[in-house]
């Protein structure tokens, strides 16, 4: 972020800090529908028109590290083999064998030349092309040209890989659009691989996903953690094309350092804005990201059923020695994954409610509109015509998007 940036930021958050009432011009937010968080025909239309067709973090290269690594993700629904093949180039494949589909790995990770089906023995190269089949002459016209392993796409930021299933879909860096420059200042080249836990919970992904949205919520729920030193009332939002946003909140006393992470090895670079206050990004639609120069939790929420879903926490941090990880780690892990049981405690009651009659849609206010931004996107992502009637949001904010 460079100076006229940095300043126009400290302003707003001066502004909002100061404000008795949202800007002039803000519209009414009108209530998000409870049906978009319920309904079994909109949540079908969210996974195949949303999910299946977004970049979505799959994995850090650390977990990938050697020629022919290659790690099992599930999480995006799929089943997909993410690796390193031998020029060091990251890839991805659905774990599918081209023959009857069985799968072609069965453990999380592993190190390999290639692929060799457990059913039948069709057996792939690492860049997925199909070079040997059992029994060949039982076979007319085989051509081994059309049974390759089927690929996704897989881009990085540094070591950061994310992969699409929508072969259609825009290069990730276009597609991040504003954030991709302003993310470089955390040199993800740099960031290691610390370490990924993940949390099963009770709700809709969505219920999730909004309260990484705000900190309207700190004053309550984070009374004894991150309220002691966040302003919220301070906290100035930017909307951004494609759904991504981000929001930076100052903390309550300018010089305030986390006491945590003193002395722990740091980036170079990394500007005033994210060294001195809090600042969270979203990547639409899953991946939550407050990062410092000390190190950055990754957040992805996954659904895994209509009414379930799945939190991975990954750390990342620079000059980290897996073999001697700096001595600040366990209780750094340890408080944020307190600080994530708070955020997750009311989740499975609130999709009961959500379910309920007791509740039919969420009035917004003005601190919590990157909610209404992420839900404006999954309405254009589904497409308006397509959504089942009476769950619509309504387009307000298109003013205050900041292309
Ligand atoms: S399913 Fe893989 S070789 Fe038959
Ligand atoms: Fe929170």
Redesign the pocket.
């Known amino acids: 972020m460079d100076a006229v940036e940095t300043a126009q930021i400290k302003d707003r958050m001066k502004f909002e800090a100061a404000r008795k009432s949202p800007p002039e011009d803000f519209p009414q937010l009108p209530p998000i529908p409870a049906g978009r968080y319920t309904d079994p025909k909109f949540l079908r239309l969210e996974r195949e028109l949303v999910w299946k067709r977004a970049w979505l973090y799959a994995c850090h290269a650390d977990q990938i590290a050697n020629l022919g690594d290659w790690m099992l993700v599930r999480n995006t629904g799929s089943p997909v083999i993410v690796l390193r093949d031998l020029s060091g180039d990251f890839k991805a494949f659905y774990n599918t064998c081209q023959h009857r589909g069985a799968p072609l790995v069965t453990e999380e990770s592993g190190n390999g030349r290639g692929f060799v089906c457990g059913y039948h023995g069709w057996s792939y190269t690492l860049d997925g092309k199909l070079t040997a089949v059992r029994d060949k002459r039982d076979f007319t016209d085989l051509d081994f040209s059309c049974h390759s392993l089927k690929p996704l796409r897989c881009e990085t930021i540094g070591k950061l890989v994310f992969i699409n299933e929508d072969a259609e879909a825009e290069p990730l860096r276009e597609h991040l659009g504003p954030m991709a420059g302003e993310l470089e200042q955390y040199q993800f080249e740099k960031l290691d691989f610390v370490e990924s836990r993940s949390y099963e919970v009770e709700c809709n992904v969505k219920v999730l996903i909004d309260?990484?949205l705000e900190v309207y919520?700190?004053k309550s729920?984070?009374q004894k953690s991150?309220d002691r030193f966040l302003d919220h009332r301070g906290m100035t939002a930017s909307l951004w094309p494609n759904g991504h946003s981000r929001m930076v909140t100052p903390n309550k006393r300018p010089d305030w350092q986390d006491p945590g992470t003193i002395g722990m090895p740091k980036v170079d670079g990394v500007t005033e804005i994210p060294r001195d206050n809090n600042v969270s990004y979203m990547i639409y639609p899953n991946f939550v990201m407050p990062p410092s120069d000390s190190g950055i939790p990754l957040l992805q929420f996954w659904p895994t059923g209509d009414r379930t879903c799945r939190v991975v926490s990954t750390w990342i941090a620079p000059d980290h020695d897996p073999e001697k990880p700096h001595p600040k780690w366990e209780e750094r892990a340890a408080n944020w994954e307190r600080?994530l049981y708070?955020?997750l405690q009311f989740a499975p009651q609130i999709q009961e409610s959500l379910q309920s009659p007791g509740f039919v849609g969420m009035p917004l206010n003005y601190q919590e509109r990157r909610i209404y931004h992420w839900h404006e996107e999954l309405d254009r992502r589904i497409g308006a015509n397509r959504i089942p009637e009476g769950l619509a949001v309504e387009k307000v904010l298109s003013p205050w998007v900041e292309a």
């Open positions: 309260a990484f919520h700190l729920i984070h991150v600080i708070e955020d």
